[in-house]
């Protein structure tokens, strides 16, 4: 089992970028592979992004692939999203999650056990 805890969120405006962080409890964290989903108001929570558990692959929806970058250090149980060249519609409740192994269907929430409480992130135009 896992606790997650995001943070790094805020107000940025379009063009600008923000590090999310999410760090885990435990000494189990590397066995996770970790997920970033964001959830924006009226709509359902989308995949952003994904990395393995060594950090060897990671894994982006399109819409963020180029802008924004997954990454992790183990020592610090703590995967991180560098989001660049933000834009308004990138404006959502960011959540980290873990799973283990990565699966097949990263992109899926519900092939996630364990989730944090999520950071807002607000992007002006």
């Known amino acids: 089992q896992v606790q997650l805890v995001e943070s790094g969120g805020g107000l940025v405006q379009a063009g600008g970028s923000l590090r999310l962080s999410c760090v885990g409890s435990?000494?189990?964290?590397?066995?996770?592979?970790m997920g970033w989903f964001r959830q924006a108001q009226g709509k359902e929570r989308e995949f952003v992004g994904a990395?393995?558990?060594?950090?060897?692959?990671?894994y982006y929806a399109d819409s963020v692939k180029g802008r924004f970058t997954i990454s992790r250090d183990n020592a610090k149980n703590t995967v991180y999203l560098q989001m660049n060249i933000m834009k308004p519609e990138d404006t959502a409740v960011y959540y980290c999650?873990?799973?283990?192994?990565?699966?097949?269907?990263?992109?899926?929430?519900?092939?996630?056990?364990?989730w944090g409480q999520g950071t807002q992130v607000t992007v002006s135009s």
């Open positions: 999650a873990a799973d283990s192994p990565l699966s097949t269907y990263y992109y899926y929430p519900s092939e996630y056990a364990y």
């Open positions: 990395i393995t558990q060594s950090g060897g692959r990671t």
């Open positions: 435990g000494r189990t964290f590397s066995r996770y592979a």
